[in-house]
């Protein structure tokens, strides 16, 4: 099959080798300037929001189908051109994706819904913001309200300190800003493949953040069978319900991100992809042809004799990892070992999750500069003690 990936992201690249190590035959392009390190792809030089090359693109190199993993081409309109063409694509309409965009959209349909989440209010004043704050019960968070270019979750211990902080925001441009309740639990990420009627989940990550690398893993722990099942019929069903009614159905990656506490979800916002390392992250755990689901979604709708996504038994631990950091690197091919121009990422899988991180670290001490390895190390043990 001839595949165009619209994006240049670290995801794009990693998406185009699973679909090459899937079928070696499947001839893919990627709307980046970079050459493929294991001719897993053809660059193609056209910008990712550049809509009409891209059309022209597809028209007449006959690509039978587009995957989509730029924000930017998303919102810009790449599936609204695509539907107007007959293009099979993987990706939301720029309309259907104002939830993914908009945190502020995305928290009044949640109230709307009655989605789990928690207290919030939205401004587009700083005194109004500040009004919020001081009657509030600390810690609270700040999180922007656009979030394609930057995003931003900044949680403030006091008055004084969100008070500085919210001018600072509202002075660097920003127009509107959420304020919300701050949960002290870890933030999980899952990822559901959707029509736009129908949608199955992947699975789960969860991630830590140090200074120049971040960990990540999959699937999550605290994520059982009922919290997925709760999320998809109060979270996912209503919000693509709801998304039909002005706009067109939702297809493609709908990433939510969620706290869970006393065996309750609390949803936060709403990805139109994969954020992050996550994809990489839970890549060894799917035991399932990607390509498939993603086609079935985008054309006909998904199959309605499958009732879930395949996965393995196994564990993921994923390390991304500024390349200032790295002393040498060797590619394993036990390991999934991705770059881009300011940092590696590498994945290990395993039985368990023990097993996954003894690997990947095994691995990690022989390529990384010992201080780097030690705080990593710290980190994880951090996750172990808070389990």
Aim: proline share 3%; with cysteine; aromatic share 12%.
């Amino acid at each position: 099959m001839k595949i165009l990936i619209a994006g240049s992201d670290i995801n794009a690249k990693l998406l185009a080798s699973y679909l090459k190590i899937e079928d070696n035959s499947n001839d893919i392009y990627i709307t980046t300037d970079e050459e493929s390190s294991d001719n897993s792809y053809t660059p193609i030089r056209i910008k990712e929001n550049d809509i009409p090359s891209i059309c022209d693109f597809v028209k007449y190199n006959q690509i039978e189908f587009t995957i989509v993993t730029s924000s930017m081409a998303i919102i810009n309109g790449i599936a609204d051109e695509f539907k107007k063409e007959s293009f099979p694509v993987f990706a939301p309409a720029s309309e259907s994706a104002r939830v993914t965009f908009f945190n502020g959209i995305a928290k009044k349909i949640m109230y709307k819904l009655k989605i789990p989440t928690v207290r919030f209010g939205i401004f587009d004043r700083e005194n109004l913001a500040l009004d919020y704050v001081r009657n509030s019960k600390f810690p609270v968070s700040v999180v922007n309200d656009f979030n394609l270019l930057s995003r931003f979750n900044i949680t403030y211990n006091s008055f004084s300190k969100a008070k500085a902080g919210i001018q600072k925001i509202f002075e660097e441009g920003n127009n509107k800003i959420v304020i919300e309740n701050y949960l002290d639990e870890k933030s999980i990420y899952m990822y559901f493949v959707t029509d736009g009627y129908n949608a199955l989940p992947l699975t789960s990550v969860e991630r830590l953040y140090g200074d120049k690398y971040t960990i990540a893993m999959s699937p999550s722990g605290k994520v059982t069978n009922k919290i997925t099942a709760d999320i998809l019929q109060r979270a996912v069903y209503p919000l693509l319900d709801d998304i039909i009614k002005y706009a067109d159905m939702y297809k493609g990656i709908l990433g939510v991100r969620f706290k869970i506490r006393n065996g309750q979800f609390f949803i936060s916002e709403f990805y139109n992809g994969f954020e992050s390392i996550d994809f990489q992250t839970f890549l060894p755990v799917i035991d399932d042809n990607l390509l498939d689901i993603f086609y079935e979604a985008s054309t006909n709708g998904l199959n309605e004799s499958r009732n879930f996504i395949k996965t393995s038994n196994n564990y993921s631990f994923t390390i991304s990892v500024d390349k200032s950091e790295i002393e040498e690197i060797d590619g394993e091919e036990e390991f999934i070992l991705i770059e881009d121009s300011q940092r590696y990422v590498i994945t290990s899988s395993a039985s368990t999750l023990n097993g996954a991180r003894t690997k990947l670290f095994d691995y990690l001490q022989m390529i990384i500069r010992r201080e780097t390895f030690d705080k990593i190390m710290q980190t994880s043990l951090q996750k172990e003690l808070r389990i």
